[in-house]
């Protein structure tokens, strides 16, 4: 049974899953059904060490960057439009083989063009981040995050974090203001 | 005060509530305010969950349209007495008959008691609809989001979005075809010329052209004797065509001129009727696409066989454009011994069709070339 998260919430994925090697990290939204612009919605992980910073530039995963450096997190791609059943965007991760000093995985998600397309994520319905065992593909945890988002273009969704020996899953739902490179910036990536 | 955004949300005060929409009038467009009851599945549930100008009190009067005046419409809420399997209540703007887009309303707000106001961010905006905001339950509390978002095409697609069937008269977008019409526009002396609106990409579709005619039934016989020598009548729809570059020339079966559709000069002439038995007779189709390069063209009857008699003959031309009543001009009267009719001018006024009844009789075509100075050069032909 999944466990249904509000914001600020954690669980220990360890528990809910015993010998849990690797994660299935999903994210969605619905898809516009009104007129103007599509919402283009982009999922990015920062894997992240002690200093809360990217181990390195290859450790913030996203579309120009689908795998990090160590190959344990893995972007498996984009729905431009979020239509369709499922997940539309998700994420790989090998808990077990990632290296001592990956401490934290940050989930975010950023409106591609939000200025312009004058879009904000309290526009976008049904977004929500859930994480599932990667063997079998059992559902251990979720959060819905319509109620809080607001006019946030970029917004943390939520992390994986070592927790002594465990991993566990907090939701976030903390926005972030300016998009993805103020993001990035803000965890120690060098951008070009 | 709390302002909110389009996305943002609010959690509202107990007890009943006002929401206020404001604007600033524009002349030449009506706002109407609306409000939909939806159900978990966002959908109206029936008519009567619908709250407008038409029917102001809903859900025994807790949801109520309470002031409609120009530049403010009041709603009157209680969304604690409403039904449990109501799960929302949107607010919509329309624009009656898309009169006009949002953009064209710099100051929409919307303000809620207890200090919420939502602000329309309308700028550039194209819509004709628009949900401005929804009530929506949340942990056992009604909340309030901006939404700011609609439809372009107007209240159509919007109550389709909100599951309302919309009766054909309340507002029919003029952005979707228009339903066939059985009405049709007869070009006579009391008004003699009507245009069609330039199209924004220049395309009017296929026009054609018919010219139809009745043969007379009778096949002998002493009025038929004085009708005319021989029992039938050919008559032949031609016309004169001059190009904006300049090109000029002439259709008609006369001379095996045909024409082409797909090059110029975009006019082409179908087969040729010549007892006008078969039943819709002759037909000019020019094609819409290329109407820029298109000056002027005259269409005209001619009788190519018989005696003139163009009262008998009962002809009328009528001319099809895609999207629009077919326009008629009908040979009513009569040319005399005079074999040529010219019909109808059809000529381009910066991009758009204007169309003239003419009705005048001609010895040939070649007067008809004379009388508009059209400057062909004739000669004698059969076909």
Known sequence: ?192 | MTTLSPGANAPLAQGPLTATVSFTPVAGADLDVSAFLLGANGKVRGDADMCFFGQTLVANGAVQLSQSASGRVVFSLNLDRLDAAVEKVALTATIYENKARFAAFPHLTLSVSGGIEALIPTQGMQETALILGEFYRREDAWKFRCVAQGFAGGLEPLATHFGVEIAAPTASPPATPAPVSLSKITLDKSRASISLEKKGDGDFGEIKINLNWNRPTASGGFFSGLLGRSGGVDLDVGCLFELQDGRKGVIQALGKAFGSFDDAPYIHLMGDDRTGAVRDGEWLRINGKEWRNIRRVLVYAFIYQGVPNWNATDGVVTLFAPGQPPIEVRVSEEGGNLGCCAIALLENVAGSVKVSREVRFFQDQQKVDHAYQWGLRWSAGSK
């Open chain 1, 1 to 192: 049974m999944a466990v249904s998260l509000s914001k600020g919430g954690n669980v220990s994925l360890s528990k809910e899953a015993p010998g849990l090697t690797a994660v299935n990290v999903g994210l969605g939204w619905d898809a516009r059904v009104t007129d103007g612009a599509a919402f283009d919605l982009d999922a990015s992980v920062f894997v992240l060490g002690e200093n809360d910073k990217v181990l390195n530039d290859q450790a913030f995963v996203f579309y120009n960057n689908k795998k990090s450096a160590c190959g344990n997190v893995e972007h498996q791609g984009d729905n431009r439009s979020g239509e369709g059943s499922g997940d539309d965007e998700l994420v790989s991760v090998s808990l077990a083989s990632l290296g001592a000093e990956a401490r934290k995985l940050v989930f975010a998600v950023t409106i591609h063009e939000a200025a312009a397309r004058n879009q904000s994520f309290g526009q976008v319905n049904k977004a929500y981040i859930r994480v599932m065992n990667k063997a079998g593909g059992t559902e251990l945890a979720r959060f819905d995050l319509s109620e809080d988002a607001s006019t946030e273009t970029a917004m943390i969704f939520g992390e994986l974090y070592r927790h002594g020996e465990e991993w566990k899953f907090k939701a976030i739902g903390q926005g972030f203001a300016g998009g993805l490179a103020p993001l990035a910036a803000n965890f120690g990536v060098n951008l070009a």
